[in-house]
């Protein structure tokens, strides 16, 4: 079945909370929020999650059933926008749902002018590093967050000048 990619804003909170939830849920150690934190969540808390300014939240959606998300916010050096919240529902990994969840959020990201698409994944979520690794991003040569137990957060980062420039040379006659 065809995934499809839906742009979400704060009228669609509930919808995107139970997504949310279920990824908190699922892979605790994939994200810095908790699901503790956020099961009781009041809807302004959601509301404002998901109007940060210039920012873009996707839900993918197989049939009516929604299999991921994946959101790009403004990051925070100029010309750069970070790729946050990204998760799969188990039963729909491995068929490139996150690759297509990426390659929109890359789109928009050189649409809104950045140079680079920037993320921060776990040091030992080898699946979605991989997953990045294949989506072209690389690690950056920079210590991300500090963790509790004293490791970093690793940076990965997708160049898009490069690309936009490809794609400038491919329409040259
Ligand atoms: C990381 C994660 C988002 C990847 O999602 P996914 O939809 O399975 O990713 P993709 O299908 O695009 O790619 C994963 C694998 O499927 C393969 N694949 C299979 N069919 C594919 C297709 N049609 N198109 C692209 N890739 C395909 C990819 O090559 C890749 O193979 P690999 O495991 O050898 O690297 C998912 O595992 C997840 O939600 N994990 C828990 C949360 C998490 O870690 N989030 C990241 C926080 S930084």
Known sequence: MTIALRRVT????????????????EAPAAFGSTLDDWADAPEHRWRARLSIPGALDLLAYEGPAAVGMASGVPGDEPGTVELISMWVDPAHRGRGV????????????????????????????????????????????????????????VVMRRALTAERGHQQEAGTP
């Open 10 to 25: 704060a009228d669609d909170w509930e919808r995107w909370r139970s997504v949310r939830l279920a990824a908190l849920a």
């Open 98 to 153: 996150a690759t297509d969840l990426i390659g929109a959020v890359a789109q928009w990201a050189r649409e809104y002018g950045a140079q680079s698409l920037d993320l921060s994944v776990m040091p030992d979520n080898d699946a979605a590093r991989r997953t990045y690794e294949r989506n072209g991003f690389v690690a950056a040569d920079e210590p991300g967050d500090a963790l509790p137990d004293g490791r970093h957060e």
